[in-house]
């Protein structure tokens, strides 16, 4: 059974970024996550995770259809 919640470099290995990447996610409430114990560390419960991941997903398909590619001539 996976564990709930993922430690930050948990998640980092998960998204393939860096764990510092993974912490400004955080601190800015991109990334939903709460601190425990005595010395607040960060945990990201992996169901949010999901939940992140599919906006993402979301967001770049709106984006991508905001900005198609163009026909580039072939000579």
Do not use: C
């Not at 912490?23 to 999901?50: C, D, F, N, T």
């Amino acid at each position: 059974m996976e564990p709930r919640f993922l430690l930050l470099s948990d998640v980092a290995a998960e998204l393939n970024v860096s764990d510092s990447q993974v912490y400004h996610m955080v601190r800015s409430g991109e990334l939903p996550a709460i601190k425990i114990g005595g010395r607040g560390q960060w945990r990201v419960e992996r169901a949010r995770l999901e939940e992140y991941i599919q906006q993402k997903y979301a967001e770049t398909a709106e984006w991508v259809r905001g900005n198609p590619l163009s026909d580039r001539d072939t000579e």
